[in-house]
């Protein structure tokens, strides 16, 4: 209803954005942040490619030109073109619910077989030598404990379990937990890095700051949260394959690293 008592047209409604539909349909199915920026990004360069036109006026002869112009234009990878398509067949299918039959027909470019790089032991000792500071203790997880980059800059204080020697890897590739190993030798610097990091939290906590964004119900129940010291970040083939190269049997390892990489470094 208007100020003046008359009923609104439904045409006056404000539709909501293409792009925040996207991220609500994403988070729904509880897809990883990741995935959301990166359907997120191919889905705009696919609509300003088109002229800013909505997809629901384009077809498979728009959907096929991007792709190919990916290639010819923006020489880019098979990886990175199937990773446009992917993005594309959830707009269609999950977003705007439209499961047209040249979605299904459109071929996923062919990914070249290429063996994983894997340093020998000493290339691994040599590259560590050359990092200092929290870029050689971030490296050193890395190859020590066969974490991903993005894993481990999202770790957290109670991620680490000293006692047992291990490292719980939260929301890992695929939403995923795990455990994986932490190296011995890495104990003492997690530690020292562990006591410089407190000291900046708990001084910034001094001068007004040093908290983090909660959800509100959490802020609420929780009011002092955003200032614990345990929510802070504190802060994969060599890895695998020199414990490989020990005897350590394959199972444990599959379960730690997902089959898939264990499997790849085997086959080297």
Not at 77 to 98: D, G, I, P, R, W
Not at 104 to 120: C, N, Q
Request: aromatic share 8%.
């Amino acid at each position: 209803m208007s100020e003046h008592g008359t009923e609104v047209p439904p045409a006056a409604v404000a539709r909501p954005r293409l792009f925040d539909v996207v991220r609500e349909v994403v988070r729904r199915r509880h897809y990883s942040y990741r995935t959301e920026e990166t359907y997120l990004h191919w889905i705009k360069r696919f609509v300003y490619f088109s002229g800013k036109r909505h997809p629901r006026e384009l077809g498979a002869a728009e959907v096929t030109a991007f792709l190919n112009h990916l290639v010819a234009q923006r020489h880019v990878a098979a990886a990175t073109q199937n990773q446009a398509l992917a993005a594309l067949l959830f707009l269609y299918k999950e977003v705007l619910a439209l499961p047209l039959p040249w979605l299904d027909g459109i071929e996923h470019a062919k990914r070249p077989a290429r063996r994983p790089t894997v340093l020998t032991r000493v290339e691994a000792q040599r590259l560590l030598a050359q990092l200092r500071g929290t870029k050689w203790l971030m490296a050193s997880l890395l190859y020590g404990a066969g974490l991903r980059l993005r894993e481990c800059l999202k770790l957290r204080v109670k991620d680490l379990d000293f006692g047992y020697r291990q490292i719980l890897v939260r929301d890992g590739k695929g939403g995923k937990d795990r455990v994986t190993m932490l190296p011995g030798p890495l104990i003492e610097p997690l530690q020292a890095h562990l006591v410089r990091v407190q000291a900046l939290h708990e001084q910034d906590v001094a001068d007004g700051c040093g908290d983090v964004e909660l959800p509100d119900a959490l802020a609420r129940k929780y009011p002092r949260a955003p200032y614990e010291w345990g929510w802070k970040f504190v802060l994969r083939h060599s890895f695998a394959t020199h414990l490989l190269e020990g005897g350590y049997d394959i199972p444990p390892l599959e379960i730690g690293m997902r089959k898939q990489c264990v499997t790849a470094t085997c086959t080297c």
